[in-house]
């Protein structure tokens, strides 16, 4: 459901380093955080552990900070532009699952919304593909917050200065006049 947008859009090249990125990240965490993601993707839609504390969707949780910081030392290198580029994609991705029917399955504020999109992104490829194909596969009150402007809060921290996407989308939720009805 992607719109097509005016407006400068993520390469290629850049969605495929975003997602090497994060699959890198979660690599460098180990087989037991790799095990709980590869498990999310591979559930029942509609949650087989929604109310188990122990299930998956419960134990990644643990894993996100660490996530976030091995995706940080990763990028330390990374130039400004090239900083701008994985927000620009981060963005678009947002922007593409802010859609009702994966609302009506994480629920959440405008806020909430976007923390669980944003952990539909920081799970990566595989992950994001299998809700936008089917929002059952999306989890209730799941969030990563830290996902939704990582890459602008690098830039701002490196470079003193918040990225320009030139995108001319919006990641915040309800955003996305294709994805909600009228």
């Known amino acids: 459901m992607t719109t097509d947008a005016p407006g400068t859009l993520p390469t290629p090249a850049d969605e495929a380093r975003l997602w090497a990125l994060i699959d890198a990240s979660w690599a460098g965490l180990g087989a037991e955080a790799l095990a709980l993601r590869q498990a999310l993707v591979e559930r029942e839609p509609a949650g087989d552990d929604g109310d188990d504390d122990d299930g998956p969707s419960y134990a990644i949780d643990a894993w996100l900070d660490a996530f976030l910081d091995h995706l940080g030392q990763l990028t330390v290198e990374l130039?400004?532009?090239?900083?701008?580029?994985?927000?620009?994609?981060?963005?678009?991705?947002?922007?593409?699952?802010d859609r009702e029917d994966i609302h009506e399955v994480t629920d959440g504020s405008d806020d909430g919304f976007l923390y669980a999109r944003g952990f539909i992104v920081a799970l990566g490829r595989s992950y994001y593909e299998a809700v936008r194909a089917d929002p059952a596969m999306a989890l209730l009150d799941a969030d990563c917050e830290g996902m939704c402007y990582f890459f602008a809060h690098l830039h701002n921290d490196r470079f003193g200065s918040w990225p320009e996407t030139g995108s001319g989308i919006s990641r915040e939720s309800f955003g996305n006049p294709a994805g909600w009805s009228a």
Do not use: F
């Open 79 to 97: 130039t400004g532009q090239e900083l701008t580029d994985l927000d620009r994609v981060v963005e678009r991705k947002l922007h593409d699952i």
